[in-house]
């Protein structure tokens, strides 16, 4: 499992894992990273839905592409950024909990939990 898998490539935890024939499960709230999972990474499972400890809803601000890995949902943060110039574009996305992820894909072991080091929510 890895939580805030981003790009299904660049700076990826499991990517290595994956080469060697690996398969999980992405957790990955962004359109445009899990679309690219989906497309690169065919044998996982992409969830488009952010992980937190409780379900619901939840605003993340999603970074520019030069700055991947800032997405987030620190409002205080993204204002810091956007006084630097930099662009967050807004966009709201179903929060799921880990337990309820593992139980909806049916999985009972977790060999590897990965996490992207990033700015989270």
């Known amino acids: 499992m890895d ?3 981003a790009h299904p490539i660049l ?3 499991t ?9 999980g499960i992405n957790v990955e709230p962004m359109k445009r990273e899990a679309d690219l999972l989906r ?8 969830c ?6 409780s379900s619901g809803r939840v605003t993340l ?22 006084s630097t110039g930099q662009s967050f574009a807004s966009f709201e996305v179903e929060v799921m909990r ?7 894909n049916q ?9 992207s080091i990033g700015h989270g929510f």
């Open 11 to 13: 700076d990826n935890v």
């Open 39 to 46: 497309e690169v990474r065919p044998r996982d499972t992409t």
């Open 61 to 82: 601000y999603e970074a520019p592409i030069e700055n991947r890995g800032a997405t987030t949902g620190d409002k205080e943060l993204v204002d810091l950024y956007r």
């Open 15 to 23: 990517y290595a894992l994956y080469k060697a024939g690996w398969r």
């Open 98 to 104: 880990l337990d309820k992820i593992l139980e909806d």
């Open 107 to 115: 999985i009972q072991t977790v060999h590897v939990l990965g996490k």
């Open 48 to 53: 488009e839905v952010a992980a937190g400890e």
């Open 3 to 5: 939580v805030g898998a």
